[in-house]
């Protein structure tokens, strides 16, 4: 073996046991952008996951008379496009809904935005899924 062979797998083997020894790695935000059936508009709805206190936001940011809405899917995750629970945003344009959760600390959280009525509870054009931990 060389010498620069055998100093590059020291270097890697400190590297790891730093990387071992180091804290936990803090939470992570998400966000996903719900599509839309305007073409004025880049989105119908932008849904937040902030790690740092836990809090979700759903923003509606297209008129198009559709609410916003996000999917919330925690660890752990289910399958087959299942997710534990939806926010609403039926506030219109330019409208934030805030919602507050308490999560252990490292707990995956995944969201997809979309956009739909409300009432009927009809929904769809989501954007893909975002991961965070919290």
Known sequence: MNKFRAGGIAVAAVALVALAN???????NATSRGQSMKDTCAASSIGTFENEGEWF??????????????KVDVAPYKSDGGYDF???????NGSTKSVNKKYDEGTGVCIQ???????????GLFGPWSCGQA
């Not at 936001?57 to 996000?70: G, H, L, P």
């Not at 939806?86 to 219109?92: E, L």
Request: with cysteine.
């Open 22 to 28: 180091s804290p936990a790695m803090a939470g992570t």
């Open 57 to 70: 936001y759903v923003k509606d940011v297209c008129a198009d008379s559709m609410s916003a809405v996000i």
């Open 86 to 92: 939806t926010i609403w945003n039926t506030g219109g």
């Open 113 to 123: 935005a979309g956009m739909g009525e409300y009432s009927s509870g009809e929904w």
